[in-house]
């Protein structure tokens, strides 16, 4: 079974630009949920999606973004690029009722 | 709201010797908690995971963790540490929003280093 996957692995960015993520999940999972890893502020929640619905958001500005198609794939999207913004961002995801996520490598981006 | 505490921010055994790696819970009784390892340049592996069905929980590589509720604690332990088991360490619980939906909170991570 195939895990979740995360395009692209690795991302170089400027300030004030866009960046788009992708993420698959395992087949069958539903929900998935997104963090962003930083050195300082250790794993932090964005938010979460189930059934292409936006349950849940974390505290993040409004610069970050996302969304879930029909086939439970979910992009997430940053605006306006900030110095702080280069991180690790992961995602998860989980078949509805596990209690149990499962992550993916995770994106890297940079910005410069 | 439930929050998760990792005691030690850098860990160091001798390889062969034990592996003692501290996590606390605060607020209620959690119905789950989560032991993830991250290797460099890689996600999140799930270890183990708690569940109200036993206080001992076993994980993969040899690692498990046991629930105190009466010291709220969740340390995760592995009784020979190997080269292998060098990475970083986080313990995890939910915050849950209702209908299903919950975010993990995870702790600030140990990082076990292990010298030959």
């Known amino acids: 079974k195939a895990g979740v996957t995360q395009t692209p692995r690795y991302l170089i960015k400027t300030r004030g630009q866009q960046v788009t993520l992708s993420c698959s999940p395992i087949s069958g999972h539903r929900s998935v949920s997104w963090y962003q890893q930083t050195p300082g502020q250790g794993l932090q929640f964005l938010f979460e999606y189930f059934s292409e619905t936006q349950r849940n958001k974390g505290n993040f500005p409004g610069r970050f973004s996302g969304r879930q198609f029909s086939n439970s794939r979910s992009e997430m999207n940053v605006s306006t690029l900030e110095l702080g913004d280069s991180a690790l961002y992961l995602c998860?995801?989980?078949?509805?009722?596990?209690?149990?996520?499962?992550f993916g490598p995770g994106t890297r981006l940079t910005v410069l | 709201a439930q929050s998760v505490t990792q005691l030690g921010s850098h860990v160091s055994v001798s390889e062969g010797a034990l592996v003692l790696l501290r996590c606390n819970y605060s607020s209620s009784v959690p119905p789950y908690l989560f032991w993830y390892v991250q290797y460099p340049n890689q996600g999140l592996q799930l270890l183990l995971k708690y569940t109200s069905a036993a206080t001992l929980v076993k994980g993969i590589n040899g690692f498990e963790a046991e629930f105190k509720k009466s010291e709220t604690s969740f340390h995760l332990t592995k009784p020979s540490a190997h080269m292998s088991d060098a990475a970083e360490y986080f313990c995890?619980?939910?915050?849950?929003?209702?209908?299903?939906?919950?975010?993990?909170?995870f702790g600030k991570g140990t990082k076990l280093s292990v010298i030959p």
């Open positions: 998860a995801s989980e078949r509805p009722g596990d209690n149990e996520q499962f």
């Open positions: 995890a619980g939910p915050l849950y929003y209702g209908a299903g939906s919950y975010q993990l909170t």
